[in-house]
């Protein structure tokens, strides 16, 4: 079993538990890396170098559309960053506002509409990501 795989594993079970707050967290996480990667491209952070050198083409990051390429592609580049937080700081996140996590036993499943009963990708993510 690889990496993601337990990954996902353990983000399906903190879906679970500690349901909207888990993935009001992912969602944070992704659109302010989206958000941040965007605007510094479009303030002219030469983020495209990077991405040429891991052999991907971004060659139109000058343009507006491109700059939103470049920003996703630099932001799925942090997704397993993204997955980590969001397993590391939920818990806190949920303890702050005073959420307790829902028992989740061997006989019960995840929240319904969380994607962990039907196996479909992290919030935010296309299927098969």
């Known amino acids: 079993m690889g990496w993601f795989s337990r990954a996902r594993e353990r983000y399906d079970d903190l879906v679970a538990r ?52 470049v920003a996703y592609a630099l932001t799925k580049l942090t997704q397993p960053l993204r997955i980590g937080l969001t397993l590391v700081a939920t818990p806190v996140i949920a303890r702050l506002i005073g959420r307790e996590p829902s028992p989740v036993g061997a006989g019960e499943s995840a929240p319904e509409g969380s994607g962990a009963e039907t196996g479909e990708g992290l919030p935010g993510e296309p299927a098969g990501a």
């Open 18 to 69: 500690y349901g909207k707050v888990a993935i009001v967290t992912y969602f944070s996480l992704f659109f302010g890396a989206l958000f941040g990667f965007w605007a510094a491209v479009s303030a002219g952070l030469d983020l495209a170098s990077g991405l040429e050198r891991l052999g991907l083409d971004a060659s139109q990051a000058a343009s507006g559309s491109g700059s939103m390429v």
